[in-house]
């Protein structure tokens, strides 16, 4: 497919915007409106990507190509469906939808109607991550945290749909399998949905991951380490920075510091900087600074060009909201006052903490 693609972006909020300034600039694609029930904010961007404004989006449903949809989670698939019903190749941010049976209804129909159906998960377009897959095989256990201070948006979800997920949804992507054993425990701090929750999920290959999400942080971290046979991967997610340890010669040919030490062959002092470098081989890179929203946008119209599946598919993304799910329940079922019946759970220590302001 040669011709110039009609494109149209729903929702230019924070992230939207950015959707609809991507698109408009792409070659053979054209921007034909953003549509937004904020006539301010739609009018605005609008300006700015030389395109139109409309209030609802439905009247764009005979006119465009393909639709990137960028609304509060419990409009995914509501709005989704008026797409896909019409065979129109649809990109959806993260998460698919506000839960598994909505993600599933979204997927069964992108398969009924052939269309392209991709996830906003857009760390999978990042160099790091991406350098990371590439020098991990099997691994064994997967370490991700992901902490950001409160940002007053995506409210209408918590922390697991807002932040985890995406770490879900990488972790996947590098066991090539679902878990088989999920906990997690997790609390509410500023009110409405859970802000903080870790979580470990298991593997039937045997690996065991462990994610910590926090959104209501003094600083802001996204870091995922990988061990497997091969040695440990680094990845600073937010810095593009990436280093693996392996074993070096030495310890390939069976040589280990600890019994060169305790055999007295070689001095502590001796070995003691030979860790690293020559037991312990390090490699270290810094990555482009691609801008990642850019390549998920442009993998997306590619896939529509060529036929091809998403990187993200609609089942990609449905299978990391079912993770989530299991999480938000065991977030619901911990017992955090201690006792055989009772429990605080993230809305339930709301409602304490608000008690609490009341009766102060």
């Known amino acids: ?74 409009l995914h698939r509501r709005i989704a469906e008026e797409f896909i019903c019409r065979s129109i190749p649809t990109l959806i941010e993260k998460p698919l939808t506000a839960n598994v049976d909505e ?23 990042n160099p790091a991550f991406q350098k990371l897959q590439e020098w991990t095989a099997q691994p064994k256990y997967i370490r991700a945290e992901r902490i950001s201070p409160y940002a007053f ?30 906990e997690a425990f997790g609390t509410s701090l500023v009110g409405g949905h859970e802000d903080v929750v870790q979580a470990r999920l298991y593997f039937p290959g045997g690996c065991i991951a462990d994610i910590t999400a926090n959104r209501v942080a003094p600083l802001a971290t996204r870091t ?20 693996r340890f392996s074993p070096g010669h030495p310890m390939q040919m069976g040589q280990l510091p600890y019994e060169l030490a305790a055999t ?24 482009a ?21 998403p990187l993200v598919s609609g089942n990609e993304g449905l299978a990391a909201l079912r993770v989530a799910a299991e999480v938000l329940t065991c977030v619901a079922s911990h017992q955090w006052d201690g006792t055989e019946n009772g429990r605080v759970g993230a809305t339930a220590l709301t409602e304490q903490f608000q008690s609490v302001r009341k009766a102060a």
């Not at 409106?33 to 609802?56: F, K, L």
């Not at 979204?106 to 906003?120: D, I, S």
């Not at 979800?157 to 932040?163: A, K, M, R, S």
């Not at 062959?265 to 081989?281: A, C, M, R």
């Open 224 to 243: 995922i380490q990988c061990w497997s046979a091969q040695g440990c991967v680094d990845a600073n997610l937010h810095t593009r920075e990436v280093t």
């Open 103 to 125: 993600g599933a209804v979204l997927v069964r129909m992108a398969k009924e109607h052939n269309v392209p159906l991709q996830v906003g998960h857009i760390e999978r377009f």
């Open 1 to 74: 497919m040669n011709t110039e693609l009609k494109v149209a972006v729903v929702g230019v909020g924070a992230l939207g915007r950015h959707h609809a300034r991507i698109l408009s600039q792409m070659e053979n694609v054209k921007l034909i409106a953003v549509a937004d029930p904020n006539q301010q904010q739609g009018e605005d961007v609008a300006a700015s990507c030389q395109c139109e404004w409309r209030h609802d989006y439905r009247t764009l449903l005979n006119e465009i190509d393909a639709v990137s949809i960028v609304v509060p989670t419990f």
């Open 264 to 287: 007295k062959q070689e001095s502590i002092e001796t070995l003691k900087p030979q860790v690293f470098g020559h037991f312990i081989e390090t490699q270290s890179e810094e990555l």
């Open 153 to 182: 948006r995506s409210m209408d979800i918590g922390v697991v749909h807002d932040l985890m997920i995406h770490d879900i949804e990488l972790i996947l992507a590098l066991t090539k399998e679902m878990p088989t054993r999920v």
């Open 289 to 309: 600074h691609i801008d990642a929203l850019t390549a998920e946008l442009t993998s997306f119209i590619n896939c529509i060009r060529h036929g091809t599946k």
